[in-house]
């Protein structure tokens, strides 16, 4: 029967070609454009992340809504020590302030972020985007966003004086000079934040070896939740872990609605060439109805004529998904080591790809598609059950078929 089935196939080639090369151009396109679409997921949530919160962070729990000084992590340096030690991961201290930033007369409020400099630029993006001067690297330097440069009239070289409360409640006072002006085109950052050596902001302050974040970033960030239960065994009960996807709900919410969205399509697709390939099985029986009729009068049963037709369909199903994972996946084997560059999608889409992902620090400069399970066998698996049941729909008409009656058909 399977012997049969092959030769029956082609027995309308023109047919056969047309059918089997419209199920390989969707599952051409599905397979390549989900792996397109996973790509430039991974992409984005690498850019987020790498751009300044990390894949995750530890805090003290209260410190999430209230943000107060005195809501520390302890003994931060041999929690930090512990965790790159027995885990796949960097972690970057970070202390959080708020203050009078002042220049003369002017003054203005802003955050005071105490951070290590090298170990920032050497694992985020944030530093990629300092439109002039440099990463500092002495101990009373300072890294300020543009507008608020700009509002206080400093240029690099400038000293400012920042004035905050300390833990105890006494003052604490920084003199700074102006090392580096950021400007990541984020309105809020560029006019609130100010970066200083991490060491500084802890002495002036008052919280020794304390901080109010440990940024964690791991080597691979879908690690995030599973590394939750080893790392929460390093921490204290107050201490909390949240991951990218709690620190970046909007990015995860954008993806799944675009995954949602994508998906609707490409099944809307694979639905409207399995019933092109119903057409065709229609057209089959048509065709040859007194060949059925003869096989029923020499004896054969209607479900071995249904049986030899589903392997027909099979053949046929899986000879256009074969072709189609062929074409696509040489195309996405290419273009993962190469890339798309994102000036090919027009300025007006790599805007929008910037805005999605709530960057402009311009780190996502091509896309590459991703080999994935999903990408892979969806669309081969739909077809070839599509094709299977648009057979056996039309076929099932072969159960009330009047050997007879089929004969005389012309």
């Not at 092959?6 to 090369?21: D, F, P, Q, S, V």
């Not at 990629?128 to 509002?151: F, H, K, Y």
């Not at 920084?174 to 560029?190: F, K, N, P, R």
């Not at 091509?366 to 057979?391: C, D, E, K, N, R």
Request: glycine fraction near 10%; include cysteine.
């Amino acid at each position: 029967m399977i012997a049969l089935a092959w030769r029956n196939l082609w027995r309308n080639k023109t047919r056969t070609l047309l059918t089997a090369c419209g199920i390989a151009f969707a599952v051409f396109l599905v397979t390549f454009s989900m792996a397109l679409q996973g790509g430039s997921y991974a992409d984005m949530i690498k850019a987020a992340t790498r751009f300044y919160t990390g894949h995750a962070q530890i805090t003290q729990r209260d410190f999430v809504s209230d943000s107060k000084l005195e809501q520390t992590i302890p003994n931060a340096t041999a929690l930090g020590d512990q965790l790159q030690s027995s885990l796949p991961l960097v972690a970057l201290p970070r202390v959080q302030a708020f203050g009078i930033v002042s220049k003369d007369e002017r003054s203005i409020g802003g955050m005071l972020m105490g951070v290590d400099f090298a170990l920032e630029a050497a694992q985020l993006d944030l530093f990629d985007s300092i439109s002039a001067g440099a990463v500092p690297t002495q101990t009373d330097e300072a890294l300020v966003g543009a507008a608020m440069a700009r509002n206080l009239g400093v240029e690099l070289g400038d000293e400012i004086v920042i004035l905050g409360s300390g833990k105890q409640g006494g003052v604490a006072a920084m003199a700074l000079t102006i090392g580096g002006v950021l400007s990541t085109g984020q309105a809020e950052l560029d006019r609130s934040l100010l970066f200083a050596p991490l060491a500084g902001v802890q002495e002036a302050f008052g919280l020794e070896d304390e901080v109010h974040n440990i940024v964690l970033v791991l080597e691979n960030y879908a690690q995030g939740a599973a590394l939750a239960q080893p790392i929460g065994e390093l921490l204290q009960a107050d201490q909390s872990y949240r991951t990218w996807q709690q620190l970046l709900p909007e990015v995860e919410q954008g993806i799944e609605l675009d995954r949602v969205s994508g998906q609707l399509f490409f099944f809307i697709l694979l639905i409207l060439v399995s019933f092109a390939v119903l057409n065709t099985f229609v057209m089959v029986i048509f065709e040859r109805t007194r060949e059925f009729g003869m096989l029923m009068a020499l004896g054969l049963r209607p479900w071995q004529i249904i049986g030899q037709v589903q392997i027909e369909a099979f053949f046929l199903g899986l000879s256009g998904a074969l072709i189609g994972l062929v074409l696509s996946a040489s195309l996405v084997a290419y273009l993962s080591e190469v890339g798309i560059p994102l000036s090919a999608y027009g300025e007006g889409e790599a805007a929008a790809k910037e805005a999605f992902a709530k960057l402009q620090a311009g780190s996502i400069t091509h896309m590459y598609p991703a080999f994935s399970v999903a990408s892979m066998a969806t669309a081969p698996l739909v077809l070839i059950v599509g094709t299977q049941l648009s057979a056996l729909f039309c076929m099932l008409r072969v159960r009330r078929l009047n050997p007879v009656t089929a004969l005389r058909v012309e």
